[in-house]
């Protein structure tokens, strides 16, 4: 009899652990890739982990108690990710309140000898010019001059937060074409996008006939841009306006436009005109407003 019993709640034990395994793949089919990536580290480490040692069947009933045990940990881990997934989706959906800051050039201060009076008119050109642009979009900002051929201001332009760094003299080779970033920030859950120029050997490349995806299907922007990242997203914020603003400042110097981790920075290198700064406003503004598509369960 004793022999019955015990084969009775290896059975119990094996029928739960099928159970606890059957319930777990239920909820494992509720995860999507997006809900992974964004969990801290552990977590994922721990959900991503195989799960073979967690349901072990076992042949004792001291192996199988702890096959079981396992089995339920690893379920309500599961469920505990699943029940976070709601706040967690408001957290990456949401738009941060400031800009982020801009990284400053690993430049090293260059003499003015020789230069002092054509670096003095540029100097005194880029500032007018932003100051101009600034004070127009948000006339409570101010724009600081640093002191090392510097301009940043932090303003509020198409209904968005944007930080604005200009650096002047920071390229031997050009030596009077400023470098102009300017960010803002996105819902962190926006998926990465980047655009940038189209590279010397890509160019011979498409002349050979060889070209990278026309992602935007725009003969023009795609002639003249690379875009990398989720071709979705990238296609639902590249829009014909969007297109139209990063191509008018490419009259001047062809943008890099960075999309990931909460921030947008698009940047190039040449005089700020005011044109070209309304377009990067324009753009960077579409941008932050882009909806996230962000799905956390399926």
């Known amino acids: 009899m004793g022999d019955g019993i015990y084969r009775d709640e290896l059975?119990?034990?094996?029928?739960?652990?099928?159970?606890?395994?059957?319930?777990t793949r239920e909820r494992e089919e509720e995860l999507t890739p997006a809900l992974l990536h964004f969990l801290?580290?552990?977590?994922?480490?721990?959900?991503?982990a195989p799960r073979s040692e967690a349901v072990l069947a076992g042949q004792t009933f001291e192996e199988l108690a702890q096959a079981e045990a396992r089995a339920a940990?690893?379920?309500?881990?599961?469920?505990d990710v699943l029940s976070?997934?709601?706040e967690l989706e408001?957290?990456?959906?949401?738009?941060?309140?400031?800009?982020?800051?801009?990284?400053?050039?690993?430049?090293?201060r260059l003499s003015t000898f020789g230069f002092a009076a054509q670096m003095s008119e540029s100097l005194t050109t880029v500032g007018a010019v932003l100051a101009r642009v600034v004070a127009r979009y948000d006339p409570n900002a101010r724009l600081e001059a640093l002191d090392d051929f510097a301009f940043e201001a932090r303003l509020v332009a198409m209904q968005s937060p944007l930080a604005l760094l200009v650096e002047c003299f920071v390229d031997r080779d050009r030596l009077f074409e400023p470098r102009v970033q300017i960010?803002?920030?996105?819902?962190?859950?926006?998926?990465?996008?980047?655009?940038?120029?189209e590279s010397w050997g890509q160019s011979v490349l498409r002349s050979l006939g060889v070209s990278h995806p026309m992602l935007t299907k725009d003969p023009d922007f795609d002639g003249r841009f690379v875009v990398e990242g989720d071709a979705a997203h990238a296609t639902r914020i590249l829009s014909p306006p969007v297109?139209?603003?990063?191509?008018?400042?490419a009259r001047d110097d062809v943008p890099h436009l960075l999309v990931d981790d909460g921030r947008a920075v698009l940047n190039w290198s040449f005089e700020p005109t005011e044109r070209a700064?309304?377009?990067?406003?324009?753009?960077?503004?579409?941008?932050?407003?882009?909806d996230v598509a962000l799905r956390l369960l399926r």
Do not use: K, N
């Not at 998926?191 to 940038?196: D, N, Q």
């Open 40 to 48: 801290p580290c552990e977590v994922q480490e721990r959900i991503q």
């Open 84 to 86: 976070r997934a709601p």
């Open 243 to 249: 297109r139209a603003s990063l191509a008018a400042i």
């Open 11 to 23: 059975l119990g034990l094996r029928s739960r652990i099928a159970e606890l395994e059957i319930r």
């Open 183 to 197: 960010a803002t920030s996105v819902a962190r859950g926006t998926p990465r996008v980047r655009v940038l120029p």
């Open 73 to 79: 940990a690893y379920l309500a881990l599961v469920e």
């Open 90 to 108: 408001r957290e990456l959906r949401a738009l941060p309140a400031e800009a982020p800051a801009l990284q400053r050039g690993s430049h090293r």
């Open 277 to 290: 700064l309304d377009a990067a406003f324009f753009v960077l503004g579409r941008v932050r407003a882009a």
